[in-house]
């Protein structure tokens, strides 16, 4: 594909989709931790090719003269979704790397969020494509903005139920960097869906 036929919508499209079944996989993973190790390993997989697609986009517009949205707004969509991915697998390596051998329920709830976010997100980006127009758009966007919202006070309260009731040290740090890497790729996602909105907001 040369850059003058890069279709940044569809590249978008494409992350999103890699990002929505990293989450997928690491709903899995929560579920049965009993191959952790290889899940691990195909999430790791998945976010190679979130990888790939980043440096396309990043290529692509270092060839670019004329871009259908702003450069730095191009930049930032794809460097957020890359983000998101890049985080849910480092969850994936700490739930292998820290021997857990069960999830607290918390942990679930958030996965159960981030699911939800990457699939509003992967909606996003399929309207993204004509955002002057698109009438549901702006719903996924505000959707993305409560499912983090709802994150953040699911975080915050595993974390003060964490320091009040676990006694073991190990579980206490344990848990506390899964539960802010389960809330950064939230953060991640509402970043994206931040630019975007900014997009529309500048085009109108």
């Known amino acids: ?18 990002c929505d079944r990293a989450a997928a996989s690491l709903d899995d ?12 390993i195909a ?24 871009t259908p949205i ?7 969509i794809a460097r957020n979704i890359e983000d998101t991915i890049d985080t849910i ?3 994936s390596i700490m739930m292998d790397m820290l021997s857990v051998q069960t999830v607290r329920h918390p942990a679930k709830e ?3 969020l981030i699911t939800k976010a990457c699939a509003a997100l992967m909606a996003a980006t399929v309207e993204f494509k004509n955002f002057k127009k698109s009438k549901k758009l702006p719903g996924l966007l505000v959707e993305i903005n409560h499912i ?9 309260s595993a974390m003060k139920d964490l320091f009040s ?7 206490v740090i344990k848990w506390q960097n899964i539960f802010e890497s389960l809330e950064n790729v939230l953060d991640a996602c509402e970043n994206v869906a931040d630019v975007m909105e900014g997009v529309i907001v500048k085009n109108s």
């Open 1 to 18: 594909m040369s850059s003058k036929e890069a279709d940044y919508f569809d590249l978008f499209c494409k992350s999103a989709s890699t």
């Open 29 to 40: 993973l929560m579920d049965n931790l009993s191959d952790a190790k290889e899940k691990s």
């Open 43 to 66: 999430i790791h997989q998945i976010e190679h090719e979130g990888d790939e697609l980043y440096h396309a986009i990043v290529y692509h517009l270092n060839r670019s003269f004329i």
């Open 70 to 76: 702003e450069r730095e707004d191009i930049l930032e």
């Open 89 to 91: 697998d480092e969850v």
């Open 110 to 112: 958030l996965v159960n």
């Open 148 to 156: 983090e919202e709802e994150g953040d006070s699911l975080y915050q």
């Open 165 to 171: 009731n676990e006694k073991d040290p190990l579980e």
